[in-house]
């Protein structure tokens, strides 16, 4: 999709179409307004005559308005002025291009671009236009082998802002929000692929391909060196497998060499039979998305480089597939990290924090300026927050507040949950230093406190996105989250390292 950015006018737009609000009990936008002037009262007494009523998800679209530019105007409903928010603007620009598409035309131009949202201006509203636009035109059709033909997609769109001295920024928020939103679609790519394609093997392929792309450097390490690590903790989720574990390093520099980097693990298990704890049949194929986490970092290090950001990042993607074989893990079997500490693994399940620990070990090496890590950790978390609110557990509140802002910030949203020393003991193991469970209450937090003791020497958070990485049902796919929230967060520290000068 191309995009373009002008100011002003709705009723010059040359374009195929112009899409404009209206509230509910027929309150035109201010956009609208000026059609309607320029019609001289066509939509006021379109509405008068009650064909559009302005509740929100309606539409209408008209042919040759007297006095516009444009061959049409699609009328797009907002819903109640009081009650326009966040999620109400980006409904209605699903609406406006869902309709947009079907309607025909190449390029239309959006004045929804231009509505006030609460606490939000108009760079928010920018990128979230890019992104929600990106997803309603999202479509993963690559293994059918008929596609859906649309007959005249839509290839250009024009964002209105009110003000000429916008324009600047408004270009610099497009070509955040297009970056974003090209990460949130790589990360949907990797992620909705099946098991038998998306291998450990496949994302180290990627990685590689991501590396010749944007001129970063990648290092993999294969099973042998792993071994000569001694990252057993690892490696012992990928001995029921026939596919070889990857241990992925991706670097970003774009900072100078002194900044220290920040560093991003995503959780790339492939897919989770549960391995000998074998998880129940209904739904397991929804495991394919237990590499979530790994799409998103690798996803957030291509759109870093991409708007080349004054940061050095690393994304680390530990992946394996985690299979009941004749070589797998027993429960009860006892391991020995990277970091020394041993592991009775008493469920093969609860392996995302096993190969996680042996990465959260081995960035000691980058001496980071903190690390976040991303995965589809615990099916408590689902419990407790639903699919709403990625949780968030952080051995720094620092760390932990600039992250509920990035999430904010991007509408992608997360929720800390308490990492106190009291849930470490229920990680208590008879044979080995640790147990790799903690029993059935709180299930994410202990799933934490496991890998806390990895996380002594930097500052650390953790995203369990279990909920929110991907929906079920007739809607069953990636979302890209937490592509939104990490860009922010990088965006957020560009701006600091940026204030300080040094850039
Ligand atoms: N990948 C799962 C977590 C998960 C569950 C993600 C549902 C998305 C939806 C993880 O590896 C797992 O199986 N965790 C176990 C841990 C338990 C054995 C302590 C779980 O949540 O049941
Ligand atoms: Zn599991
Ligand atoms: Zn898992």
């Given at each position: 999709?191309?995009?373009?950015?002008?100011?002003?006018?709705?009723?010059?737009?040359?374009?195929?179409?112009?899409?404009?609000?209206?509230?509910?009990?027929?309150?035109l936008?201010?956009?609208?307004?000026?059609?309607?002037n320029a019609?001289?009262?066509?939509?006021?007494?379109?509405?008068?005559r009650?064909?559009?009523?302005?509740?929100?998800?309606?539409?209408l679209?008209?042919h040759?308005?007297?006095g516009?530019?444009?061959?049409?105007?699609?009328?797009v409903?907002?819903?109640?002025e009081?009650?326009?928010?966040?999620?109400?603007?980006?409904?209605?620009?699903?609406?406006?291009?869902?309709?947009?598409n079907?309607?025909?035309?190449?390029?239309?131009?959006l004045?929804?671009?231009e509505?006030?949202?609460?606490k939000?201006?108009?760079?928010?509203?920018?990128?979230?236009?890019?992104?929600?636009?990106?997803?309603?035109?999202?479509?993963?059709d690559?293994?059918k082998?008929?596609?859906?033909?649309?007959?005249r997609p839509?290839?250009?769109?024009?964002?209105?802002?009110?003000?000429?001295n916008?324009?600047?920024?408004?270009?610099q928020?497009?070509?955040?929000?297009?970056?974003?939103?090209?990460?949130?679609?790589?990360?949907?790519?990797?992620?909705?692929?099946?098991?038998?394609?998306?291998?450990?093997?496949y994302?180290?392929?990627q990685?590689?391909?991501?590396?010749?792309?944007?001129?970063?450097?990648?290092?993999i390490?294969g099973?042998?060196?792993?071994?000569?690590?001694?990252?057993?903790?690892?490696?012992?989720?990928?001995?029921?497998?026939?596919?070889?574990?990857q241990?992925?390093?991706?670097?970003?520099?774009?900072?100078t060499?002194?900044?220290?980097p920040?560093?991003?693990?995503g959780?790339?298990?492939?897919?989770?039979?549960?391995?000998i704890?074998?998880?129940?049949?209904?739904?397991?194929?929804?495991?394919k998305?237990?590499?979530?986490g790994?799409?998103?970092?690798l996803?957030?290090?291509?759109?870093?480089?991409?708007l080349?950001?004054p940061?050095?990042?690393?994304?680390?993607?530990?992946?394996?597939?985690?299979?009941?074989?004749?070589?797998?893990?027993?429960?009860?079997?006892i391991v020995?990290s990277l970091?020394?500490q041993?592991?009775?693994i008493?469920?093969?399940d609860?392996?995302?924090?096993?190969i996680?620990?042996?990465?959260?070990?081995?960035?000691e090496?980058?001496?980071?300026a903190?690390?976040?890590?991303?995965?589809?950790l615990?099916?408590?978390?689902?419990?407790?927050?639903g699919?709403?609110?990625?949780?968030?557990?952080?051995?720094?509140?620092?760390l932990?507040?600039?992250?509920?802002?990035?999430?904010?910030?991007?509408?992608?949203?997360?929720?800390?949950?308490?990492l106190?020393?009291?849930y470490?003991?229920?990680?208590?193991?008879?044979?080995?230093?640790?147990?790799?469970?903690?029993?059935?209450?709180?299930g994410?937090?202990t799933?934490?406190?496991?890998l806390?003791?990895?996380?002594?020497?930097?500052?650390?958070?953790?995203?369990?996105?279990?909920?929110?990485?991907?929906?079920?049902?007739k809607d069953?796919g990636?979302?890209?989250?937490p592509v939104?929230?990490?860009?922010?967060?990088?965006?957020?520290?560009a701006?600091?390292s940026?204030l300080?000068?040094?850039?």
């Amino acid at each position: 999709m191309e995009f373009n950015i002008k100011s002003g006018s709705p009723e010059k737009q040359r374009s195929a179409c112009v899409v404009v609000g209206v509230f509910e009990s027929r309150k035109l936008s201010l956009p609208a307004e000026l059609i309607d002037n320029a019609a001289e009262g066509y939509l006021a007494e379109l509405l008068r005559r009650g064909d559009m009523e302005g509740k929100a998800g309606n539409t209408l679209l008209l042919h040759k308005v007297p006095g516009i530019e444009a061959d049409r105007v699609l009328l797009v409903g907002l819903g109640k002025e009081k009650e326009f928010r966040e999620k109400e603007y980006r409904a209605a620009i699903a609406t406006a291009v869902r309709t947009l598409n079907e309607t025909g035309g190449f390029d239309g131009t959006l004045t929804l671009t231009e509505l006030p949202v609460k606490k939000r201006d108009f760079a928010w509203r920018i990128r979230q236009a890019v992104i929600v636009i990106q997803e309603t035109l999202y479509r993963f059709d690559q293994l059918k082998s008929k596609k859906d033909e649309v007959r005249r997609p839509l290839r250009k769109l024009t964002l209105c802002v009110e003000r000429r001295n916008e324009l600047a920024a408004a270009e610099q928020a497009l070509q955040e929000g297009q970056a974003i939103a090209g990460g949130m679609n790589l990360m949907k790519n990797l992620a909705n692929l099946p098991g038998n394609i998306c291998t450990p093997t496949y994302l180290a392929d990627q990685a590689r391909e991501l590396a010749r792309e944007h001129e970063l450097s990648v290092d993999i390490l294969g099973r042998t060196e792993m071994e000569q690590l001694g990252m057993h903790s690892l490696l012992a989720v990928a001995r029921g497998s026939h596919q070889p574990p990857q241990f992925i390093v991706l670097k970003y520099l774009g900072g100078t060499a002194d900044d220290k980097p920040i560093v991003l693990v995503g959780k790339g298990v492939t897919f989770d039979t549960g391995g000998i704890s074998l998880k129940p049949a209904p739904d397991m194929d929804e495991m394919k998305y237990d590499m979530s986490g790994a799409a998103s970092v690798l996803a957030t290090v291509k759109a870093a480089a991409q708007l080349k950001l004054p940061l050095n990042v690393i994304a680390v993607v530990p992946t394996v597939e985690n299979m009941p074989g004749g070589a797998a893990t027993r429960p009860g079997d006892i391991v020995t990290s990277l970091s020394g500490q041993t592991i009775e693994i008493l469920n093969t399940d609860a392996e995302g924090r096993l190969i996680l620990c042996d990465a959260l070990t081995y960035v000691e090496r980058f001496d980071p300026a903190c690390v976040v890590d991303v995965a589809t950790l615990t099916g408590a978390c689902v419990i407790a927050l639903g699919h709403v609110v990625s949780g968030l557990l952080a051995n720094d509140d620092g760390l932990a507040r600039e992250l509920l802002d990035a999430g904010n910030a991007s509408w992608d949203r997360a929720w800390q949950m308490p990492l106190l020393e009291d849930y470490q003991e229920l990680l208590q193991s008879n044979f080995a230093d640790m147990g790799n469970i903690g029993g059935r209450a709180a299930g994410t937090i202990t799933a934490a406190c496991f890998l806390s003791r990895f996380t002594k020497k930097y500052d650390w958070a953790h995203l369990d996105i279990a909920g929110t990485a991907n929906k079920s049902g007739k809607d069953k796919g990636s979302t890209g989250r937490p592509v939104p929230l990490l860009m922010h967060f990088l965006l957020a520290r560009a701006e600091k390292s940026a204030l300080a000068g040094r850039h």
